[in-house]
């Protein structure tokens, strides 16, 4: 059974950093592209960063050069750095195939407010 184990969420200011963590299990970890996802209140789950097995990275509009995806295969481990957040960052996050295709964890909430 696949499950992702997400963290490092939490209230940060405008402007503020977060790194998440999300370890995945049962999953052939280093061969699959990866993803970090954000569902907003009243809003549908989004893609906003993705690494490839080869550490290629891509990113949604909004995260450009504020976002940095990335991963450690030894660890089953793929984070996402987060610097000058918005308060439009504000979302549970997830991590999961980058297709999206497995069961969703519990997700981390990230809140940026001041």
């Known amino acids: 059974q696949v499950q992702f184990v997400e963290s490092g969420g939490g209230l940060v200011q405008p402007g503020g950093s977060l790194r998440l963590s999300c370890t995945a299990s049962g999953i052939a970890f280093s061969i699959n592209p990866m993803g970090w996802f954000r569902q907003a209140p009243e809003k549908q789950r989004e893609l906003v960063a993705s690494i490839a097995s080869s550490a290629n990275t891509n990113y949604e509009e909004s995260v450009k050069g504020r976002f940095t995806i990335s991963r450690d295969n030894a660890k089953k481990t793929v984070y996402l750095q987060m610097n000058s957040l918005k308060p439009e960052d504000t979302a549970v996050y997830y991590c999961?195939?980058?297709?999206?295709?497995?069961?969703w964890g519990q997700g981390t909430q990230v809140t940026v407010s001041s």
């Open positions: 999961n195939h980058a297709s999206g295709r497995y069961s």
